[in-house]
């Protein structure tokens, strides 16, 4: 998309330093606004939270740690906002920049795009990045998710993160051969909306909590 080109760009133009812009270009916001759900006002309002919580216009992973704590105050975020970071982080320089950081906030946040959130979802189960989530993979990612949330799985009828992980991942793997493709994956969440739960445990409410 044009959005995700910009973002190449301007990585090319910034790798290896922390020299972004401290102002956000007509540009951007008017490609950010087209790709987005969010309106001008609260484009500004999420660059002007990412320039206080970064340093020089890029977002480190520290710094992306200390938002998501942030959004998440009851629970542990580390662990969680390391996958979302290394996931946003396309050219693995170290840093995001400002575009980068709001689509990752507008995949998780928006009411619409379900497919492009799925797709994304799937992106941060697959930690290995082969293509496929086995059952390991998407307890990780569960667990850490628990962590950030707060959420007790033992207060749940299954009783645990695995056992809620297995009955999840029974419903995702549809010919039970022990790996989810992106197919089986997007096929189920579709069709079974218990799926969700895992969109709105990670929803990011950084603004509301200021």
């Known amino acids: 998309t044009q959005l995700c080109t910009l973002c ?31 309106d001008e006002v609260a484009i500004r309002d999420w660059h002007n939270i990412f320039m206080t919580v970064s340093e020089g216009g890029n977002m480190d992973q520290k710094e992306f740690r200390k ?10 975020a580390t662990e969680f906002s390391d996958h979302v970071f290394k996931n946003v982080d396309s050219d693995m320089n ?22 492009d959130k799925l797709l994304w979802l799937f992106s941060i189960y ?28 033992e207060d ?29 994956f997007l096929g189920r969440c579709i069709e079974d909306d218990e799926i969700d739960l895992f969109l709105s445990l990670i929803k990011f409410n950084y603004c509301s909590s200021i």
């Open 8 to 38: 190449e760009e301007r990585h090319n133009r910034n790798m290896g330093n922390k020299s972004g812009k401290q102002t956000l270009a007509k540009q951007d916001l008017e490609i950010l606004i087209e790709n987005t759900e969010f």
């Open 67 to 76: 938002m998501y704590s942030r959004s998440f105050p009851d629970g542990d």
């Open 156 to 184: 749940t009828e299954l009783g645990s993160t695995e056992r809620i992980v297995e009955h999840v991942f029974k419903k995702v793997d549809c010919n039970s051969d022990g790996i989810v493709t992106i197919k089986e």
């Open 94 to 115: 170290g840093y995001i920049d400002f575009n980068e950081f709001l689509m990752a906030v507008d995949l998780v946040t928006s009411s619409g795009r379900r497919n």
């Open 126 to 153: 697959d930690t290995d990045g082969n293509g496929l989530i086995d059952q390991d993979e998407m307890t990780q990612i569960v667990k850490s998710i628990h962590k950030m949330t707060g959420f007790k799985p």
